[in-house]
Nanobody, 125 residues
C-alpha cells in the first residue's frame, strides 16, 4: 500500500505561480512512477506530468509544457509540481498518482494504481 497526501492548492490570479506537494508513505520502495493529473468540473481527469522513479524520463502534457515542472525530494518521498504562468484553464482539482507495477506507461489513468485525495487549484482571470 502507498498513501499519497497532496497540499499546496489555492486561489491565485492568472500569471501567478503555485507549488503543489505530494507526500508519499508506505511501500515507497515499490514505486515505479509518480505523476500529477487534474480534473476540471464536467471534464475527464487528464494527465499533467509524470516521471520514472528510477530516473528514466519525465513527461508533460502539451498544455503545461514549459510552464509546469515536476520534481521530487527522495529524502522526503515527496513529489512537487511547480506551476508558473497559471491560466484560468488550469483551474481543476489536482491529483497525485503513484504506480507500483512495472512495464506500464506514464500518461493514462490506468497506468497508476494509487491516488491522493486531490487539492483544488483555482486561477482567476
Amino acid at each position: 500500500q502507498v498513501q499519497l497526501v497532496e497540499s499546496g492548492g489555492g486561489l491565485v490570479q492568472a500569471g501567478d505561480s503555485l507549488r503543489l506537494s505530494c507526500a508519499a508513505s508506505g511501500r515507497t520502495f515499490s514505486l515505479y512512477a509518480m505523476g500529477w493529473f487534474r480534473q476540471a468540473p464536467g471534464k475527464e481527469r487528464e494527465f499533467v506530468a509524470a516521471f520514472s522513479w528510477s530516473g528514466g524520463g519525465t513527461y508533460y502534457a502539451d498544455s503545461v509544457k514549459g510552464r509546469f515542472t515536476i520534481s521530487r525530494d527522495n529524502s522526503k518521498s515527496t513529489v512537487y509540481l511547480q506551476m508558473n504562468s497559471l491560466k484560468p484553464e488550469d483551474t481543476a482539482v489536482y491529483y497525485c498518482a503513484a504506480r507500483t507495477k512495472p512495464g506500464l506507461g506514464y500518461i493514462r489513468r490506468e497506468h497508476f494504481d494509487y491516488w491522493g485525495q486531490g487539492t483544488q487549484v483555482t486561477v482567476s482571470s
